[in-house]
């Protein structure tokens, strides 16, 4: 029979354990509930409303601290008032302290069978072992697991210790990554395991050792500098696992690999996969294996790319981050009002959400000498602030560990924004690179600019092709742009020379801020200096005909430049640059909008209708003789009721004339009347919205509405009658799912409320 302590397992892991069991004990499905007004259930069956059976789970160390808690729990059971209560505990408990427990409960435990501790829940693991084996967690860190785990042969990792096994088994959280490595192994005896920095992937390895030496594995051997170790301990007819973190790692970064090491490593993997009882696993950063690839032909073996597992956020569902956070919150040294800190007002959700959540900077900041620099009262802000700014996953890569023709390549497409089509950044950086080639070592040409591109993929930037192969660039994760505008923030001259060779208007505005303001505070640009200022100002009149955009608008099957004009090209300069200090940019927006505000045999795009008001709404009294034949010129390139909203702002700007002009002209009043019967005619959704809105601008406009209210009223009648079919429903589950989500990750960590004994008195 198994013979475990719990100890590994958080609370929350506890309960869920005790979940599996129970439902397969008693053949029931149990229910697990967020802390509330029902507070005492931790599980519950119930065929109907009355709590039939309901069980509480309680992970503690000892006897005098489970009582205690219990004692605690007897007033919340009492007005619960189910038919049964069923206790689970790791602690192993005598006779007499199941009888004291029987009585402090009496009459909803019916007897001491269900009072299920350490011993109880051992029995049970060992009638059900599928789900010892599915709590992978609980039986890897087991007494007997670990003595063989360490009693196994281990060859060259001198840190192989039962503290640091421990810890990594105490803080893992199982997920998809698992599966998907084990199963590659299954199938070919290696798995290379990719990702970002920080994700995880040497985590998932010793995982991975430690899970196959429980299984029977004998020996262990860590490969650290060459893949020379591996055919020296390769034993023929014993079973082995060999482990090579980061395999291409310093040496291939220094150009430093032995003689046909490269070779030496894919004949050692091939070695592998061809015998009965070895296993390698193999670690690597994205980028660091395209350069592999891009310099070693023998690594572009398709056999490799097969056996590739890619950790990625998206194997990180909102209950793994919960539960990644949860565990090491846990089981860390933090202070019990830094956790609470945290729990109050679930600010822990701002950490799960987050769009730069990444392991390693949850288990930087839960590290002793990081935590114990921050006051209780700042650690969730400063935890955030850690998040927002993950300098520390990316500067070292950054600085040590991509070509400096990556590096230049980075900073333009910081400038430029993402998405960004490859051949529009590439000749960003052709013309940055021919500038500036001198003073930073550049070489550039086809070839170069590829490989560079291909070391950055799936690391810094992913790409994607369109159904048109267009070859677009995304960065890889959020945090890298945020961590490229914190690092060039202090690299004043670096920005100057990317200001002094931008050849697209967005490389000016995308990331730059030209005034203190809520802009800069919020979406965190980089304020450019006076003299940074200027020289963007002197940029855009000296080549504004030359100036396009790179913006582009993601379609469902391809991916297009964004529509862009001399309108929108204009409200760009005047929207982010306080054109009030700069004559000479006022004089560029109202002469060039003077020569086009009225072209002939033109209609506004949609997109251009906000923007043309925009520089009518600053330069109003330039224009007013022109209202009338502005209004109609507006008026007439509207093809939305929506877009008069945008048109309305005119009431503000010259409110006689507008009201004198619209009420009067039958042309735009026939305009309006036709756009609210289109409307109509092609709205099936928020139709009562829609009848409000129709009859306030035909009341405004002095327009008969009867036959539009008409036909809107017998849509709604109709959509009434329609009712059987949702289109909603699918919007809804995933609602009604985000919920239960919610609730389950603040049952988590709620959860600490009720384990502060345990916390106090740590295991």
């Known amino acids: 029979m198994p013979d475990y302590d719990f100890k590994s397992l958080s609370p929350t892991e506890f309960e869920d354990l005790t979940q599996d069991l129970l439902q397969k004990h008693f053949n029931l499905f149990l229910e697990s509930f967020t802390t509330g007004k029902d507070g005492g259930i931790d599980l519950r069956y119930s065929s109907i409303s009355k709590n039939e059976i309901i069980i509480q789970c309680k992970r503690y160390s000892d006897y005098n601290t489970l009582i205690n808690s219990l004692k605690k729990e007897v007033k919340k059971i ?120 920080g994700i995880g992937k ?55 690999l032995g003689t046909n090491e490269e070779k030496k490593i894919v004949r050692f993997i091939e070695k592998v996969s061809k015998s009965k009882d070895k296993i390698v696993i193999l670690t690597t950063r994205e980028y660091i294996l395209a350069q592999a690839k891009q310099k070693y032909d023998v690594f572009n073996n398709p056999f490799l790319e097969f056996a590739k597992c890619v950790i990625d956020l998206s194997q990180y569902n909102k209950i793994v981050r919960a539960k990644i956070l949860y565990n090491h919150l846990y089981f860390s040294n933090l202070p019990l009002e830094y956790i609470y800190n945290l729990i109050d007002n679930q600010k822990y959700m701002g950490i799960i959400e987050h769009r730069n959540y990444n392991p390693r900077i949850i288990k930087t900041i ?30 070292h890569v950054f ?66 092709k369109d159904n048109n192969n267009k070859f677009n660039i995304e960065y890889q994760n959020p945090s890298v742009q945020d961590f490229l505008v914190c690092y060039f923030k202090n690299y004043s001259d670096y920005i100057t ?12 505005f995308t990331v730059f801020s030209y005034k203190k303001d809520l802009d800069f505070a919020v979406y965190n640009r980089i304020l450019l200096s006076k003299e940074q200022c200027d020289l963007v100002v002197n940029r855009i009149c000296s080549e504004y005909d030359n100036l396009n955009s790179t913006v582009l608008r993601n379609y469902s099957t391809s991916f297009e430049l964004e529509y862009f004009s001399d309108y929108i090209k204009l409200n760009e300069i005047l929207r982010f640059i306080d054109v009030d200090n700069y004559p000479v940019l006022q004089n ?8 086009i505000m009225f072209k002939d045999s033109y209609q506004l795009h949609r997109s251009e209708i906000a923007s043309y008001i925009n520089i009518v709404e600053y330069f109003s009294a330039e224009f007013k003789n022109d209202v009338k034949k502005m209004l109609d010129f507006i008026a007439e390139s509207i093809v939305d009721l929506n877009d008069f909203e945008e048109f309305e702002r005119l009431e503000n700007i010259y409110n006689e004339e507008y009201l004198e002009i619209v009420s009067k002209d039958e042309l735009h009043k026939k305009r309006i009347s036709t756009l609210m019967t289109l409307q109509v005619e092609y709205e099936d959704d928020n139709l009562e919205d829609l009848l409000d809105e129709c009859i306030t601008r035909a009341m405004k406009y002095k327009i008969d509405y009867s036959e539009i209210e008409i036909a809107i009223e017998k849509k709604i009648a109709n959509k009434n009658i329609e009712r059987s079919f949702d289109w909603n429903i699918a919007w809804r589950k995933r609602k009604d799912g985000q919920e239960k989500e919610d609730s389950l990750i603040k049952n988590i960590f709620d959860s600490f409320k009720t384990v502060v004994k345990e916390k106090t008195n740590k295991v």
């Not at 590439?426 to 070391?455: C, G, H, R, T, W």
């Not at 020379?497 to 000016?508: E, M």
């Not at 560029?588 to 020569?595: G, P, V």
């Open 202 to 256: 040497t985590t998932l390895a010793r995982i991975l050792v430690f899970h196959y030496l429980a299984e029977g594995f004998e020996e262990f051997v860590y490969l650290s500098d060459s893949i020379d170790d591996g055919y020296t301990y390769y034993k023929e007819g014993k079973k082995q696992i060999f482990l090579f973190d980061d395999f291409l790692g310093t040496n291939f970064l220094e150009n430093t």
């Open 588 to 595: 560029l927006i109202l002469h060039r909008f003077k020569d």
């Open 78 to 197: 009492q007005i619960l008032n189910p038919e049964r209560y069923i206790l689970s505990t790791s602690v192993g408990l005598t006779p007499n302290q199941k009888d004291s427990i029987f009585k402090l409960f009496s009459p909803f435990i019916l007897s001491t069978s269900d009072i299920f501790g350490r011993n109880e829940l051992n029995h049970l693991l060992s009638i059900y072992p599928d789900i010892e084996k599915q709590h992978f967690k609980l039986w890897l860190s087991s007494v007997n697991v670990l003595e063989k785990i360490l009693n196994s042969r281990i060859e060259n990792q001198s840190n192989f210790e039962l503290e640091k096994i421990q810890e990594t088994i105490r803080v893992y959280v199982n997920n998809d990554s698992f599966y998907k490595a084990s199963e590659i192994i299954r199938q070919k005896k290696y798995v290379i395991i990719s990702g970002i920095p």
């Open 366 to 395: 839960t590290n002793d000498d990081v935590w114990q620099n921050i006051d209780a009262k700042d650690f969730p802000s400063r935890f955030l602030s850690f998040l927002d700014n993950p300098e520390s996953i990316w500067k």
């Open 399 to 464: 600085e040590n560990q991509i070509s400096c023709l990556s590096q230049i390549i980075l900073v333009n497409l910081l400038s430029a924004g993402t998405p960004i089509l490859l051949d529009d950044l590439k000749d960003i950086v052709k013309d940055f690179s021919k500038e500036y080639s001198s003073k930073y070592s550049i070489v550039f040409n086809e070839l170069l600019f590829n490989k560079a591109i291909k070391e950055l993929e799936n690391t810094f930037i992913s790409i994607q």
């Open 497 to 508: 020379d990317i200001l002094k060779t931008a050849k697209k208007i967005n490389q000016f």
